[in-house]
């Protein structure tokens, strides 16, 4: 999507998300990778909320739920505190570009109002979670933290042993057609 993202806020998205969701009819399998994933767990309450039982299934590629809590600031050095206190901003180093990845306090701020992990999370469909056992940004246990919050809906975690955050080398990508194809199937 386009604009500035240190304009950006799960808000925002989740906003995005609902009117590109508004465009489509009848069922849809929402696919979400790493913060995507959060905000297809969001799409899928919001709905929910309104009525609409459109979601046919989720698949979520490390899916980063509460990643502004449970990933950011909950990991916050001293350093990058009193940077987002003075500043309202972080640079943290990014492994995808050589620019730094900037953090902001309204990311941060807004992304708690948008909390998951304190209650079950009923999503009304399948979900499907593929997880790289070596994702340096959403660990495998924020997988299995998440799985233990899906409670009332059928969901499958697989876990690729050698697979880092992107899940994005040929085999992997095997991995997230068949997960689609069976998504779409049922």
Do not use: N
């Not at 180093?93 to 109002?113: K, M, N, V, W």
Request: charged share 25%.
């Amino acid at each position: 999507s386009g604009g500035d993202f240190l304009e950006g806020t799960i808000s925002r998205w989740l906003e995005e998300a609902l009117a590109v969701f508004g465009t489509t009819r009848g069922e849809q399998v929402v696919i979400g990778s790493s913060m995507g994933g959060w905000l297809a767990l969001l799409l899928a309450r919001a709905l929910r909320q309104r009525g609409e039982g459109r979601i046919k299934a989720l698949v979520l590629i490390a899916p980063a739920v509460d990643m502004t809590e449970e990933l950011m600031a909950a990991k916050f050095t001293a350093a990058e505190s009193e940077a987002m206190h003075r500043h309202g901003v972080v640079e943290q180093p990014s492994e995808y570009s050589d620019e730094p990845y900037p953090i902001t306090y309204r990311l941060i701020a807004d992304g708690r109002q948008h909390l998951m992990l304190g209650a079950p999370i009923e999503t009304g469909c399948p979900v499907t979670i593929l997880q790289g056992a070596l994702d340096p940004d959403v660990p495998p246990e924020h997988a299995r933290k998440l799985l233990s919050h899906i409670v009332l809906d059928p969901v499958t975690l697989t876990l690729v042993p050698d697979g880092d955050h992107r899940l994005s080398r040929e085999a992997d990508l095997r991995l997230l057609e068949e997960a689609i194809a069976r998504a779409t199937e049922a």
